[in-house]
């Protein structure tokens, strides 16, 4: 499943931005998705995730309270919503299929990671 991000950019702290992920003969009823994001000279680390059918969802604890993750099943799209951004979240933001669970989640086997979208958060 290859998926496509969007809506990264420059904003200040405290600021916000929505990113959106989307892919052709992508049905976001089908798969779980998650968000990961990878730092300069950081490990990638997974953000949150939403499950396929039920809408569960999953946060790391730094972006509790700030991120939001939903989808639209029309739009077939999953956005992650980023309010009160710091410096900290500054980062190459993917999405990719993942195996979820109430712990975390997991790339799939066949999860393809794309270009990301940067996320640059400035004092």
């Known amino acids: 499943v290859q998926l496509v991000e969007s809506g990264g950019g420059l904003v200040q702290a405290g600021g916000s931005l929505r990113l959106s992920c989307k892919g052709s003969?992508?049905?976001?009823?089908?798969?779980?998705i998650g968000w990961f994001r990878q730092a300069p000279g950081k490990e990638r680390e997974g953000v949150s995730c939403i499950s396929a059918t039920k809408g569960y969802t999953y946060y790391i604890d730094s972006v509790k309270g700030r991120f939001t993750i939903s989808k639209v099943v029309a739009e077939d799209t999953v956005y992650l919503q980023m309010n009160n951004l710091t410096p900290e979240d500054t980062a190459v933001y993917y999405c990719?299929?993942?195996?979820?669970?109430?712990?975390?989640?997991?790339?799939?086997?066949?999860?393809?990671w794309g270009q990301g979208t940067h996320v640059t958060v400035s004092l």
């Open positions: 990719v299929a993942v195996i979820y669970s109430d712990y975390g989640c997991e790339p799939t086997d066949f999860a393809s």
């Open positions: 003969r992508f049905r976001s009823d089908e798969y779980a």
